[in-house]
């Protein structure tokens, strides 16, 4: 992995939801917290949770899901400290989860050690994942099998957790926020590695993955897998 990649998602410290963490604008009612104002100033569709726990259903939102201010100020003011899902389509976006523990190998295979724009796209976090959003939709998305362990493409009709809500965290023992790396960041357009490559009719869908084009995960030197250090 390169160093732009371990700067860019390893090196960033998380910022908590706060008035003085975004910026503001049109789009700040008084009291509503502010990743709820960013979810609205991005067009993300989303609604409330009433279950505060990393183990409850995604899809077990209140109402209609949707990226109206209005509405999602009136759902936060009848849902206190709720947790809040984030439907992955409606939102025009997709999502690439990473497992801090064992998926930077396979991504730097994954993205050919290309860390461009993508890195820059808006991203959140619990103690073991890490979750870049991307816009894109209506194309084919890529098959991530065995060689790609620790990540893991959310699309279509997704259900995902989104700050500020609450989950458990396995490390303390306690209930923690999912936290923004950087609010402030926009949406990048999702690179074309997580797409379905383009294949011809006597190629396999999986057809980029060719031995001798792409090293194995194993090839991969061992100091780019993230220590426990990054999360602290």
Sequence with gaps: MSETLMSTLHDATPILASSASFTTGPFDPAGLDPSLVRAAELELVIAPVLAHSKYSSARACVGTPTSDLGLITQAAAQHRECNWTLHVDASGIVV?????????????????????????????????????LFRGAGRRLRFLGQRYRGLKI??????????PSWFVSDRLGSSRRLVYIDPNAPLVDAPDWLWEPEFNSGGSQDSVDVPGRIPPPSAIPAPWEAPDSILS
């Design 96 to 132: 690439l989860e990473i497992d801090t523990r064992i998926g930077y190998a396979p991504l730097s295979v994954l993205c050919r050690n290309s860390f461009g724009r993508w890195t820059r796209t808006l991203q959140f976090r619990d103690d073991t994942s890490r979750f870049l």
């Design 154 to 163: 959310h699309a279509g009709n997704a259900f995902l957790f989104i700050p």
